[in-house]
Every structure is written in C-alpha cells, then in structure tokens.
C-alpha cells in the first residue's frame, strides 16, 4: 500500500515560515508527479504547487514568489518550503502523489494543518 505522511504543520504568526514535508514509499517515486493541494474551511482544495519527476515545477497564484517545491529522489520526499506567511494561507495541506507514463495511480496523505495567526 502506497504511503504518504506529511509533517511540519503548525502555528506560526503572519510573516512568518515553515517547512513541510511528505515522505513517500512503496511506489517509483520517479514516475509520479508530486503536488501539494490545501483546503480551507469551506473552500474548495486548491493546488499550491507541483514537481514533475524531471523537476519541472508549477506554482498556484496566491503562493508565486513565497513558497517554493522541491523533491528528493534519493530520500522519497517532497518539501513544501512556506514563507512570508498570510493568515489566508491557513488550511489543512495535503501531499499528493500523481502517476505518469501511462500508470495508474493517485494517491493522498492525511494532511497536516497549519494555522497563520497572530
């Protein structure tokens, strides 16, 4: 069963940073795009950004210029590097697993929250 768990939600004041990770096993980790999506109360889950396999990288936005996506291919994991953080940015973020080259295969964490707020 493929796995995803996130870490490095939190609260932090506005302005303020975190990193969040998502560690992947029990699938080609090089053959998945990996996404970061969130979810606000009442609100649609919205892509914050995306990393191909060959490194190719896509950002929503509300985030452009504050957040930056990055993988490691020897480790299995995808980071979500957030700074300048709004209280806007508040949600629950999900890391997600998307397969290419003609795969099947989507896959979600459990999410891990984070809170913006003074």
């Not at 996404?35 to 995306?50: C, D, I, M």
């Not at 979500?80 to 003609?102: F, H, I, W």
Request: hydrophobic share 30%; aromatic share 8%.
């Amino acid at each position: 069963q493929v796995q995803l768990v996130e870490s490095g939600g939190g609260l932090v004041q506005p302005g303020g940073s975190l990193r969040l990770s998502c560690a992947a096993s029990r699938l080609i980790f090089s053959i998945y795009t990996m996404n970061w999506y969130r979810q606000a109360p009442g609100k649609e889950r919205e892509l914050v950004a995306t990393i191909t396999s060959g490194g190719t990288i896509d950002y929503g936005d509300s985030v452009k210029g504050r957040f930056t996506i990055s993988r490691d291919h020897d480790k299995n994991t995808v980071s979500l590097q957030m700074n300048s953080l709004k209280p806007e940015d508040t949600a629950v973020y999900y890391c997600n697993a998307r397969a290419t080259m003609g795969v099947v295969g989507d896959y979600w964490g459990q999410g891990t929250q984070v809170t913006v707020s003074s």
